[in-house]
């Protein structure tokens, strides 16, 4: 194979890699698809047994004379895959174990099975071991059928045809996937035939592992089953939203891995799983809703209201008592008042700082707020005076106007327990 | 997947139900468990329970925990394998009426934070009717926001459904329930952890769907509630201890009964039949 690479022509080497890129998107497009539906479903380990547990499938496919990548082999993966679901189901019953460890017996046991016939056959067979575990991306390019008049890798052609099946048939059962995966009980009492379901779902879990198996090794497809549609979870609410985004990560982590291994000579199988767990790591920082940076940038937002609205509030108190207003000290504090300042809230010349009328209702309206929980509870609570303050001094950041009127309404326009007035609502 | 029929055991019985319903003197019942023995992992948990529901209206089931409540809702619509006996609507086997009998599960058996929102949701309902390949349209999408409506969801219609109260998830339960547009349901414990005022919105749905004729029976624990809102009453505890309208069913005596009653004793021989022994 490498006298045949050296032959190549730059040009020829080139559409060369561009065949193992879109061999590897395609395989990774196929397992991000099926690997949404496991994730939601919390199957992600039976992906990783059906994943260990095609070998020997495979190898009695190829020892009775089915080429790589043949329908044949391709059944009797999907075989072999149910029927690691049908034994870890026996092995659960009849050994009594525990599910996560009855798929634990079961694949370790079919993939060793696996190894041992490679091994012992390997003088009949062309399949070597560590193609198994890492995958021959590099070298899918140079299997090739003739494809009018094209000469397409082998691999890819079966990757193609496993994603349009795989494709075709979610679209078509889509609903029933869903239904499936979020109530089982209740899609059965609906008529949905639960049982089909879920098998459909490993048969193409099956497929898209062998497609897999091929191009990056029984290990790291598990990467590609579970990661991108993982990272996808994080991202967005809807489940196809989750497959559409699932697949775009992992056919951009497939090109993305390719290249860096090219640039790097490293291991193809190698680089896409690691740029895939880059991705999944670049989503848990910046997921919209609940990633790192989101949820960072929704405490300091917060901290700065209440640092704001606090500033606010002492100003309007020390008015009401007729004194100077306490200086700030703290440089966030300086900055507080500076941007309110700014924001038109306060005016006048630094050091005789006064409230406009914007600031003024605003101030008001945290004092009410301050004040109303301080009635309310002293009324439900029975609380002692001087536990009155703490929570009021939190709870007032977090009431809205109507909650404000619910509350006025409930303890009924007495004042607040320390004798202050409680302002009107603005 | 061929939907699991019950055939009786007794096959001498039915001939008998077709001729009475034949005659025309009176319709079978909505619902009609006969006999039913149901074990989990070979230990029976539910005794030969004969139940009939003749007629539409709130029905509570009623008993204290692990008296097998949810077991025989699970039991009338196939979701657990029966020891022996059946489960009949209208006096058919549920395959031939599955469309008419809705179920809402606990709220707990499923995963809030499952990636769909609240239509989604409601619009499984309608997945029953559509098949294997057809899609929700504009017909199952206005019911959607319809049933929605009936239960004061209408404005989360789009939110994941992680991001609601438990009481708003019940809601979305019963929902999907109501997009099935069927004459019987089942709901398993709707009331528990819903704050007063969803239960309230619930409970009226409820007696809005028996107003309109159509059966409902309910997975209840709470007694107070129960003789308010049920017209009839079944008390299980491992077996039926009583059935009827709620006043007379309600007694003292037969809560004793069911709330302290025979329950060690179906429990020893329940293991003992578990373990293919013999209780001490």
């Known amino acids: 194979m490498n006298m045949v690479l050296a032959d190549w022509s730059i040009d020829g080497a080139t559409a060369m890699h561009a065949w193992a890129i879109a061999t590897a998107a395609t395989v990774a497009a196929a397992c991000a698809l099926v690997g949404t539906l496991l994730v939601v479903r919390r199957m992600s380990l039976l992906g990783d047994a059906i994943g260990h547990a095609v070998l020997p499938g495979i190898a009695v496919a190829v020892l009775v004379g089915g080429r790589p990548g043949s329908p044949l082999v391709f059944a009797a993966a999907v075989a072999t895959g149910l029927l690691t679901v049908w034994l870890t189901r026996l092995v659960r019953s009849a050994g009594g174990l525990a599910d996560d460890a009855g798929t634990g017996v079961v694949f370790t046991t079919l993939f060793a099975l696996g190894v041992v016939i490679v091994t012992a056959a390997a003088s009949r067979v062309d399949i070597d071991p560590s193609c198994l575990l890492y995958g021959i991306l590099e070298l899918v390019p140079f299997d090739t059928v003739s494809i009018g008049g094209v000469e397409v890798p082998r691999g890819f052609v079966s990757a193609a045809i496993v994603l349009a099946v795989l494709a075709a048939a979610a679209i078509a059962t889509w609903k029933l996937q869903v239904f499936t995966a979020f109530d089982a009980d209740a899609a059965r009492a609906a008529g949905v035939p639960v049982a089909a379901v879920t098998g459909g779902l490993l048969a193409a879990t099956a497929l898209a592992t062998v497609a897999g198996f091929e191009v990056v090794g029984a290990v790291l497809v598990v990467a590609m089953l579970v990661v991108p549609a993982a990272a996808a979870e994080l991202l967005v609410r809807r489940l196809h939203h989750m497959a559409l985004v699932a697949m775009v990560l992992a056919i951009v982590g497939a090109c993305l891995g390719y290249l860096a291994a090219w640039r790097w000579n490293a291991s193809a199988a190698g680089m896409i799983a690691v740029v895939l767990g880059i991705e999944y790591a670049a989503a848990v920082v910046l997921a919209p809703d609940d990633g790192l940076v989101a949820r960072g940038l929704g405490r300091l937002r917060y901290a700065w209201r209440v640092l704001c609205e606090d500033r606010l509030a002492a100003v309007w108190r020390a008015e009401e008592k007729g004194t100077a207003a306490a200086v700030p000290v703290s440089l966030v504090q300086r900055l507080a008042v500076g941007w309110l300042w700014l924001t038109g809230r306060f005016v006048g010349p630094a050091g005789r700082l006064a409230l406009s009328p914007a600031g003024r209702r605003e101030a008001e309206m945290v004092v009410r707020s301050h004040r109303l929980w301080e009635a309310w509870l002293g009324q439900h609570a029975q609380l002692p005076l001087d536990h009155l303050h703490p929570p009021a001094e939190w709870v007032e950041h977090h009431l809205g106007a109507a909650m404000r009127q619910r509350i006025e309404a409930e303890v009924g326009g007495i004042g607040d327990p320390h004798g202050s007035e409680i302002p009107p609502e603005a | ?280």
């Open chain 2, 1 to 280: 997947m061929p939907t699991p029929t019950r055939q009786s055991r007794l096959p001498g019985r039915l001939p008998q139900e077709a001729d009475v319903a034949d005659a025309g003197s009176s319709a079978p019942p909505v619902v009609e468990f006969h006999d039913v023995t149901v074990a989990y992992g070979g230990r029976p948990v539910l005794w030969n329970v004969d139940l009939t529901i003749a007629e539409p209206c709130l029905f509570g089931i009623i008993g204290p925990n692990g008296a097998g409540k949810s077991t025989l809702l699970k039991s009338a619509l196939g979701l657990v394998p029966l020891v022996h006996g059946t489960a009949r609507f209208w006096g058919r086997p549920l395959a031939e009426v599955r469309g008419r009998v809705g179920y809402v599960p606990q709220r707990e058996t499923v995963d809030w934070d499952f990636p769909v929102s609240v239509t989604d949701v409601v619009l499984m309902g309608t997945y029953g009717r559509l098949g294997w390949f057809r899609r929700p349209g504009s017909r199952e999408r206005s019911l959607a926001r319809e049933c929605l409506d009936r239960v004061g969801l209408i404005d989360v219609a789009d939110r994941q459904i992680g991001r609601l109260s438990g009481g708003q998830q019940q809601r979305v339960f019963l929902a999907r329930a109501l997009a099935q547009e069927a004459d019987v349901y089942f709901l398993d414990e709707p009331m528990a952890g819903v704050d007063a005022r969803s239960q309230e919105q619930i409970f009226g749905v409820l007696a809005g769907l028996r107003s309109e004729g159509r059966l409902v029976v309910v997975v209840h624990h709470d007694l107070r509630t129960a003789a308010a809102w049920f017209d009839r009453v079944a008390l299980i505890d491992m077996r039926l201890v009583a059935t009827g309208p709620t006043a007379e069913v309600l007694t003292p005596d037969n809560l004793r009964r069911t709330y302290a009653g025979q329950v060690d004793l179906l429990q020893e021989i329940g293991q003992a039949v578990a373990a293919r022994g013999r209780t001490p």
